[in-house]
């Protein structure tokens, strides 16, 4: 995976958003030797090659998710007002004023988390998008 496409974080959904958070947080998404990280399910989630059982997806794992929001004094709102789903939780990382939807609370607040960390749009591998 080399070829990297700028995309929209409100855009963000299962292996790449997964991606730009591992980015954010520092979690180590590539090795030497041309080994990287690839998609593990449709519903989102990266495995990382080097380690077949580690699969990082906190956007919908709240084992991996939860802790980030309570590291980074995250919010979580339902916006039961919203008729579409796509954006029935708002959320975001507490104290930057950035916060974004989404159609889980996880997704919404990494979405919220990579915006305030690397701005409105970033650049992932072209095949992690959907």
Same mark, same amino acid.
């Given at each position: ?29 590539? %090795?030497?030797? !041309?080994?990287? &990280? @690839?998609?593990? +399910?449709?519903? $989102? ?16 794992? %709240?084992?991996? !998710?939860?802790? &980030? @929001?309570?590291? +980074?004094?995250? $919010? ?55």
């Amino acid at each position: 995976m080399t070829d990297l496409i700028e995309v929209r974080v409100s855009n963000l959904v299962g292996a790449a958003l997964d991606w730009a958070v591992a980015q954010v947080e520092g979690v180590e998404t590539s %090795w030497r030797y !041309g080994r990287e &990280l @690839v998609k593990v +399910h449709d519903r $989102g989630g990266i495995k990382l090659v080097e380690s077949i059982r580690s699969i990082y997806s906190p956007s919908i794992d %709240w084992s991996q !998710g939860g802790p &980030l @929001v309570d590291k +980074h004094h995250g $919010g979580l709102h339902y916006e039961a007002h919203l008729a579409d789903a796509n954006f029935r939780y708002s959320s975001g990382p507490g104290r930057t004023g950035f916060w974004c939807y989404g159609p889980t609370a996880l997704i919404a607040f990494c979405r919220g988390l990579v915006k305030a960390k690397l701005g409105d749009t970033v650049q992932v591998p072209k095949e992690l998008m959907p």
